[in-house]
């Protein structure tokens, strides 16, 4: 199916949206607005952060996820739910509980709606782990990391599958890849501000494999996903045609900063440099903080004092030899195929990475998007550079890069 058939099968239905204030469910919205002709009802939390789409003639739903009843009333009468909300605030606790019982509140709303023909359920490809190198698709198992979302995400994604194969809830998971481009939290505005405020680590010079796919790319595959009769019960992985390094990925971004901050570091001296610092950091806390941050509930309210700031900055300091054995390597000119820090960026802390992040950046997985294309009739459209080009003008405009010395009128 191509996308012309998509909007058309979507004239006159009418849409709920969850999630429908984030990167994601944003996009959905301003496309479903302006490319097709349905009625688009969308349900938030916060009133004022659904700027963004309130330009738009939506019914909006005011009320949280984890409210069965408010959830229920969102969903009735609707033909189609585009199930975009996740947890990203507050405790893990509360976290948990948006990516499960939320999911579950949309589940059951979805079960009792006779009128429903699709929910599309948003996924992540981290439901797969830290995964293998080589290629993987759908059949690939599902792992759990220990993270709060990937695990959570995981089992709400098995939720809606079972509900999916069961014939209880017609639906359609996707995974999307790492998913940048405006208003996107994680690849997008978390990458600028690292870039401008730390030091980044390139695990092995950075030529670990990524999938960054545009955000365009995910929504045209919500819609499709929406109006195949092939995807029911099924599971498909969201990404870019070819992977890319991360190498490549963080020297786009540096490129639209006009900055070099990624230092490129073998994931040995990556992970010897995290393991001092935890010392040096529990050197710090008493006995009675340590049991203290056993209780998740304390760890959670501790966590969000200023104190706890302070702590988590300085424990981002590399010590004072391998400062010294840094600086002189990038002096000297770094690794092969590395490069070297601008002075404007040679202060910064660096931002050390944990165990299970370095394995994230070393690993070289290829994910196949043959399914999506095959069932659902995806191709990703948006290049890497058309992407960030488009990502670049955002910035810009939200003020997150200075005006284009060029263009001073951006």
Known sequence: MSLDH?????SGKKILVTGATGCIGGR???RLA??????IRALVRSVPRAFRIARF???????DILDAEIVARALDRCDIVFHCAYGNTGSEACQRAVNLAGTENVLKAASRNRKLLRLIHLSTVLVYGITEDGEIDERAPRRYTGGVYPDSKLDAEERVLECARSGNVPATVLQPTEVYGPYASVWTENVFRRLTQRRVLLIDGGDGWCSPVYVDDVVSAMLLAATSARGLGEAFLIGAAQPTTWKEF?????NLLDVRA???????EAERLYRQSRRRRRGLLSEGLKIAFRNPEIRNRLGR?????LLRRFARLVPAPARRRLKSALRDGGPPGGRGESPMTADRPLELLDPLMIRFYRRKTAFRIDKARRLLGYEPRVSLDAGLELTGAWARWSNLLPPRADRPND
Do not use: D, H, K
């Not at 004092?305 to 700031?309: G, K, N, Y």
């Open 262 to 268: 990624t230092v490129p570091m073998a994931a040995g």
């Open 6 to 10: 998509a909007r058309a099968a979507l």
């Open 34 to 39: 302006t490319e097709c002709r349905v009625s």
């Open 305 to 309: 004092t200023r104190e706890a700031e």
């Open 250 to 254: 963080y020297t786009r971004f540096e």
């Open 57 to 63: 003639p939506i019914e909006f739903v005011r009320g």
């Open 28 to 30: 959905l919205v301003e």
